[in-house]
């Protein structure tokens, strides 16, 4: 037994600080969910037709930037627009996790550079086309000079940049956005069960949040990373018991994917509710948070196990606020 | 407590040569690794390249076989950085690696198949994810703690660094290998020609007549350890990174404020880190990509954040081409090599200042007390980052 948990301890990568809460938080994805009070009023399980549901982006982009920015980056920046009205100050830090990064941009670059005849090649989609033009982008927008950094960890991605969100909350800074996005183009379809096995349809979607020291209705107890986890049960199990909880006090469990759960226990499945994509467990977030603000709830868990071996957990907790 | 942050361990490959050695034997000798290139889509530019094929390194490095050029360059860096090092039970040890394009040169010739009609191999897709790229490296060093991918376009290798450092000193790793990697593609290649910044000769930073870059690859990565680690390693420290910055310029995707707010913004808050006055400053390893934009904005910067003292400095892209998302931990090494040998190196192909600034790079090996060096990285999305590193 010893053995096993300093195995667990060594594995898993626990970022857990005194006080973080959470203070806004939208995403823009396969169901209505943009600025809504609490997300559980309008979703409910994706039908294999389903599409991406856009906010109205006239009232958060200009119309010149609006005409170039591919879905990727109009979701980032409406979702991010969003987060900073609800703040009072500018954000103290950008971090922004993408797996994928700017497919629309990068496929039609690909294609530009394989057709047009002559060296003459517009440049817009290549500009566009790297992982940071979503951050980039999100501080142009805001004139915003504050730390600003992208991840790129395949399923993981958004979990490590919560878990730098929380480095700098720590470090003092305040109103840090944290999110992720990511993009499904046709081509991904062609790459199922090549470049990765989705068992639902690819979609995209983004999810913003902003993590402050400052109190409010729910708080990130911790954020967990683990990159060659065998026994997801264990995993978890350390991770609740380091944060002094116990599974069976959740009272819901957010999970990618309910083959390592047994049916009795109260997990709900977010790529049901999302569709399939890298970053889905920011969505599984805001399921989680918005889920918590019901009565009588104190505890949710977002297990990331979309992808084999690869863990991501997220432990929240309703405040007295 | 904070830690301070111990460099332990580098290794790198580009233009300049296969190893770290070689590279310093061709920074001393004043040697550029830019040279014509001698792929299709590189054969009218002159390029930093690295003459092997992936076939050529997998064979030549004893690598792993399907894999991208990024993920290629970056085993043989990070193998040469962690050389002398062992994996401990009781050394938490990550890797983090930044990259800008990740897969893209094995990916887009598969990609270019589909378009024409032809049949692509869709495993080599699996090679894409810049993400995939850091995985395979990790694990080609047997390490499965915990790694990240940075990517922040030219900074990346950078912020790789600076997070390394950042996760050291809050407890969360022991030890951590950064840096960054990039390999030649035809789609950066493509990118940079459609911005018309290339320079159809070798590039010439910081000189009035400076038209555009040329384009490198590479990878460089070096081990950084905190006191918990290095007590139990024992290795004797090359140097310490001792500062540490991330700001956004949030003027343009591509282009750098003319007065270059972030990248003041960077530099000071860096030194603010380093706990040192901008004086202590012997030497600036400067991003000096020898764009029009960029040299002139990173001049205006370095003088309102050194007045009329601008250290020393100079761009070591004239040696190496411009490596992207690698740069940071190329220049990185060229760094503690100038700390190591009290030595200097050169901007290549200077001859007349930028008329409005009138700064005068390094131009020659110089010999120089070296303490505190500053190295600056700015990617595109305003991406500015600045490190420094210090003498033991």
Redesign the interface.
């Known amino acids: 037994m010893h053995l096993v948990l ?1 195995e667990i301890i ?2 898993s ?1 626990l ?1 857990k600080f005194d006080m973080a809460f959470i203070h806004s938080i939208t995403s823009i994805a396969h169901q209505d969910t943009f600025a809504k009070k609490n997300i559980w009023d309008t979703i409910s399980i994706l039908d294999e037709t389903s599409s991406l549901v856009h906010p109205d982006y006239k009232e958060y982009i200009a119309p010149a930037a609006l005409r170039r920015l591919s879905p990727i980056l109009r979701m980032a920046i409406a979702a991010s627009n969003y987060c900073q009205a609800t703040c009072n100050s500018p954000f103290g830090a ?1 971090s922004v996790g993408t ?3 700017c497919l629309t941009d990068t496929e039609k ?3 530009t ?3 047009t005849s002559g ?1 003459i ?3 817009t989609a ?8 979503i ?3 999100i ?2 927008e ?13 399923s ?2 958004f979990e ?1 940049a919560l878990q ?1 969100a929380l ?1 700098c909350v ?2 003092g800074k305040s109103n840090v956005l944290a999110g992720a996005a990511d993009e499904a183009i046709d081509f991904l379809n ?2 199922n069960d ?2 990765i096995h989705a068992p639902v349809a690819f979609t995209s979607g983004a999810t913003f949040l902003v993590v402050d020291q400052k109190s409010s209705p729910i708080e990130l107890l911790a954020v967990d ?1 683990n ?2 986890a065998t026994n997801y049960k264990d995993s978890i199990s350390k991770f609740l018991n380091q944060n002094g909880v116990l599974f069976t006090e959740m009272d819901a469990v957010f999970v990618a994917n309910n083959a390592d759960f047994s049916p009795q226990e109260n997990v709900v499945n977010y790529i049901n509710y999302t569709g399939f994509y890298h970053t889905a467990s920011a969505f599984g977030m805001h399921m989680a948070h918005d889920w918590l603000l019901m009565e009588d709830k104190k505890y949710a868990l977002i297990v990331n196990n979309l992808v084999a071996n690869k863990l991501g957990l997220i432990l929240l907790k309703k405040t007295d606020k | 407590m904070s830690t301070k942050i111990y460099i332990t361990g580098y290794g790198a490959i580009a233009a300049l040569g296969n190893n770290v050695a070689e590279i310093k034997a061709s920074l001393f000798a004043e040697k550029t690794g830019i040279r014509q290139g001698e792929k299709p889509y590189s054969e009218k530019y002159k390029v930093g390249e690295i003459r092997f094929s992936n076939a050529e390194l997998i064979e030549r490095f004893d690598l792993k076989n399907d894999a991208s050029r990024t993920a290629l360059l970056g085993m043989v860096a990070a193998k040469e950085a962690f050389e002398n090092h062992v994996l401990h ?1 009781d050394i ?1 040890t990550g890797l983090i690696s930044g990259t ?1 394009v990740g897969g893209m040169d094995v990916s ?1 010739k598969e ?2 198949k ?2 024409n009609g032809e049949v692509d191999n ?2 080599v ?2 090679n ?5 790229t ?2 395979q490296i990790a694990a080609s060093l047997g390490i ?10 030219c900074s990346s290798a950078t ?1 790789a660094i600076m ?1 390394g450092a ?2 050291i000193q ?1 407890g ?1 790793l022991d030890r951590v290998i950064v840096g960054g990697t990039d390999g030649l593609s ?2 950066t290649i ?2 940079f ?4 910044i290339f320079d159809e000769e070798w590039c010439r930073p910081f000189d009035e007549s400076r038209k555009g870059l040329n384009l490198g690859e590479g990878a460089g990565f070096i081990v950084l350890e905190g006191e918990n680690s290095l007590s139990k390693t024992a290795k004797t420290p090359l140097a310490l990174v001792s500062g540490w910055s ?9 282009a750098s404020s003319p007065d270059g ?2 990248a003041v ?1 960077s530099m000071t808050e860096a030194l603010s880190v380093a706990g040192l006055q901008a004086s202590q400053i012997d030497y600036v390893n400067a991003h000096g990509t020898a764009t029009p934009n960029n040299d002139l904005s990173e001049s205006h910067a370095l003088i309102r954040v050194f007045g009329e003292q601008v250290p020393p400095f100079s761009s070591t892209k004239s040696y190496t081409g411009h490596t992207l998302a690698a740069s940071g931990g190329i220049e990185a090494i060229i760094s503690i090599l100038s700390i190591q040998e009290g030595i200097l190196f050169p901007n290549l192909n200077f001859s007349t200042s930028i008329a409005e600034t009138n700064l005068t790079p390094i131009q020659t090996v110089t010999k120089a007390p070296v303490k505190h060096v500053l190295s600056n990285a700015f ?5 500015n980052s600045t490190l420094i590193f210090s003498k033991i």
């Open positions: 300093a060594q594995r990568f970022v950008i797996a994928l990064g670059f690909l294609k550079i394989h057709t060296s090649l517009s440049p290549f500009i566009q086309s790297t992982h940071n033009t951050a980039g982008q501080s142009l805001l004139k915003n000079h504050a730390y600003n950094m992208t991840h790129t960890q395949n993981l991605s490590l730098d480095l720590n470090a062609r790459l090549s470049l990373l990159f060659s | 039970p938490r800008s887009e990609y270019l589909f378009l869709k495993e897709y699996r894409h994810p810049s993400g995939t850091t995985q499965d703690a915990y790694f990240n991918t940075i990517s922040t376009a912020n997070m950042r996760l809050s969360q035809q789609f493509a990118g020609n459609s911005l018309m991330n700001a956004c310029d949030a003027y343009h995707q591509t707010s972030g913004l990617g595109f999305g305003g991406n």
